[in-house]
């Protein structure tokens, strides 16, 4: 089954304790990203990467850091968490860069505290 | 289940009636407008899409109209049925970095 799989689906964390959130996707996917969704402002994206070792920020990259050593893994980091990312966090692949169709995680919801 | 947006727009209608979900977009020049479904819970789900030369294009119960003229996108969904409640959103695929750009969504409820 295709499918794009994120760990975990909850965590709560504290201030300044580094945490990864891990992506997996089975469909050879060279394109994927990651979003942040909140109330009232919709998905935003945060990094994304067109193929392994190529990554760049989108539009709040802002204290995440990403890296694509394999093609099927994506992960987010957050070196130092702070209360304003408590957010839900979603990871997406496509097939290339122009294709429209997205496949998402489940979400991951952190909560900063 | 998961509360993606307190300030959604909503629409409620009754089951087998019609849907019919709008969007205004803003950047003229995205090649394609999609529309995502998300249900609580999940990530969001492609729909459909259309290119930007295209008025309309029909998929399975679904039709997706795009007027440029006044920049905006609308989704309809035939006999609604319980499990097309969901939250609804517009994108817009911008070839900067391939990203999707989303709109805020609109939360439709079908009554039984």
């Known amino acids: 089954e295709a499918q794009v799989t994120q760990n975990p689906r909850y965590l709560i964390t504290v201030t300044g304790k580094k945490l990864t959130v891990t992506c997996s996707q089975n469909m050879n996917h060279e394109y994927m990203s990651w979003y942040r969704q909140d109330p009232g402002l919709g998905l935003r994206q945060i990094y994304y990467s067109m193929n392994v070792e190529v990554t760049d920020k989108g539009d709040v990259p802002e204290g995440y850091k990403v890296s694509r050593k394999e093609k099927r893994n994506f992960p987010l980091i957050l070196e130092s968490p702070s209360p304003n990312q408590t957010s839900l966090y979603f990871c997406?692949?496509?097939?290339?860069?122009?294709?429209?169709?997205?496949?998402f995680g489940q979400g991951t919801r952190l909560t900063v505290v | 289940g998961e509360s993606v947006g307190l300030h959604l727009p909503t629409l409620s209608v009754q089951e087998g009636d019609n849907s019919i979900i709008n969007c205004a977009y803003s950047?003229?020049?995205?090649?394609?407008f999609i529309w995502y479904k998300q249900e609580s819970g999940k990530g969001p789900q492609f729909i459909i899409d259309i290119r930007s030369n295209m008025d309309k294009r029909q998929g399975q119960r679904v039709t997706v109209l795009l007027n440029k003229t006044v920049k905006h996108l609308s989704l309809q969904i035939a006999a609604t049925q319980p499990g097309d409640s969901a939250v609804y959103f517009c994108a817009e695929n911008a070839y900067q970095g391939g990203k999707l750009i989303f709109g805020q969504g609109t939360e439709l409820s079908v009554k039984p």
């Open positions: 997406a692949s496509t097939a290339g860069l122009m294709n429209t169709e997205a496949f």
């Open positions: 950047n003229s020049a995205s090649d394609y």
